[in-house]
């Protein structure tokens, strides 16, 4: 199985299915991505993973493609490679994973029409959903956007496919423009389409499309060019029909370098979409928000907050696979304490559904100011949050006053010696200065570097030392 996660969280995620499902992973040369074994009947245990976004059946992996060097010749080469893969095997895993999916609930044609994005922004920067059922259907993710992301040549410039919103988090939405090659490009070999007309008719016809993925800057041919001509071929091999939205199978190929995998993809919507139905401008993915607190692994009755929680992903992850820790969750912005009251509710409303009780969840929701919390010195265990960028939220300007007023709070609230906390920002340079005057509070430890949205961003650990806090202290 392959699996795409949240770049730079590529080894919390093998660490994961080691855990939960006893299979070793192997992280990919192309980041984002690992690969692990497991027998076909743990299937559905695969889909609980909290820390991948889409999942894909290998057909065949090439660790060392050898391409020929004219486009003509390199896309012949990809064409004819199709008649030789292993198909069947993939295929019987692909049949068993619909049947899966058919227990849960049926696909519904209007919620694929557009590979990418299915949700479009309101004014207000929130999301519009165009089913309310969609909630109930975001547990089993099963999506489109199966692969992982691509770039032209630089892997800091991966953006994650096929959605809407900056699939990460805060204030980036910016997705590189100068990649030499569009990424995610699609195409099912629609110059071919018409071939496959004689079984329009057939509903027995399964519908398809070939999605290419291509990082390197060494290649003869576009990711379009690719997909486009394999896709031909898929279509000549299985007499299956081109379609690009209302598709059955989805067949991935994916090229970093001279690296090759082919395969059929497992999930038609995001894994990370589980948690949340009412989003704001920047909205984090419930995947990174699981690796950020697996960072700080917490212990049974530690508390944790989120001081700036926005939509609410980082205590909603955290109260759902970590019960025995009480989780409180914050924002200064009333707007976001409604949205992430909404999600709280939704994910009650979804549990009470599956299991028949309503048993809540150990979160409560308060709007407060993140420079004067209403906490104790010294009261919570750990903090987990999203800093704002300064670009879609706040600005770069306030962070310089925001980041020091932020982590003198912190520092105070959290226990000494023992307390920690996991910060993401893109705002680098800021948080290093602010971090620099509070070496007396914070010691800093792994530092994990993401791509969100795009942007090349942070995750810092940080270890409370045993120094008590002073409520206030100058710091410019």
């Not at 991935?252 to 589980?274: K, M």
């Amino acid at each position: 199985i392959g699996a795409t996660v949240p770049t730079g969280f590529e080894l919390t995620a093998a660490a994961e299915v080691e855990e939960k499902l006893g299979a070793r992973a192997a992280v990919s040369r192309d980041r984002g991505k690992i690969y692990f074994e497991v027998a076909p009947e743990r299937l559905a245990q695969v889909h609980r993973l909290r820390s991948v976004d889409n999942l894909f059946v290998v057909v065949q992996e090439f660790k060392d493609y050898k391409f020929k060097a004219s486009k003509e010749e390199a896309l012949k080469d990809l064409e004819d490679l199709v008649k030789k893969l292993p198909w069947t095997e993939p295929l019987k895993v692909w049949e068993l994973n619909n049947s899966l999916k058919k227990k849960k609930t049926k696909r519904k044609k209007h919620n694929v029409q557009n590979p990418a994005g299915k949700e479009k922004l309101s004014e207000d920067g929130e999301e519009e959903r165009t089913d309310e059922k969609e909630a109930s259907d975001e547990a089993q993710g099963c999506t489109q956007d199966a692969a992982g992301p691509e770039s032209a040549g630089s892997e800091d410039t991966e953006t994650p496919r096929g959605e809407a919103l900056p699939q990460g988090d805060d204030d980036e939405g910016n997705e590189q423009s100068d990649a030499k090659d569009e990424s995610h490009n699609s195409a099912g070999a629609e110059a071919k389409a018409e071939d496959g007309k004689k079984g329009e008719g057939d509903a027995s016809v399964l519908k398809f499309r070939v999605t290419c993925n291509r990082a390197g800057d060494k290649h003869s041919f576009t990711s379009n060019d690719a997909a486009r001509d394999f896709g031909g071929a898929v279509q000549e091999h299985f007499q299956w029909k081109a379609d690009m939205t209302n598709f059955d199978v989805e067949v991935l190929l994916n090229i970093h370098n001279n690296e090759v995998v082919v395969g059929i993809a497992l999930t038609e919507e995001s894994l990370h979409r589980r948690n949340i139905t009412h989003f704001g401008p920047t909205t984090l993915r419930s995947t990174l928000a699981y690796g950020m607190l697996r960072l700080c692994d917490p212990q049974p009755t530690d508390i944790i907050i989120d001081p700036m929680c926005g939509t609410g992903a980082i205590p909603i992850e955290g109260a759902t696979e970590w019960p025995s820790c009480y989780h409180i969750a914050g924002d200064n912005n009333p707007q976001a304490v409604k949205r992430a009251a909404n999600n709280i509710s939704s994910l009650l409303k979804k549990n009470e559904n599956a299991e028949g009780t309503s048993s809540g969840i150990p979160l409560d929701i308060i709007q407060w100011d993140i420079c004067n919390l209403p906490l104790r010195t010294g009261s919570v265990d750990i903090i987990v949050t999203d800093m704002p960028f300064g670009k879609r939220i706040g600005s770069k300007k306030k962070n310089w006053d925001l980041y020091p007023a932020c982590l003198t709070e912190m520092g105070r609230i959290c226990r000494p010696g023992t307390g920690r906390a996991v910060l993401l920002t893109q705002d680098k340079k800021c948080f290093a200065k602010a971090l620099s005057r509070m070496g007396h509070i914070w010691r800093k430890g792994q530092t994990v570097w993401v791509n969100v949205g795009g942007l090349h961003a942070a995750v810092y650990l940080l270890k409370r030392t045993w120094e008590r806090a002073e409520e206030k202290r100058s710091f410019w």
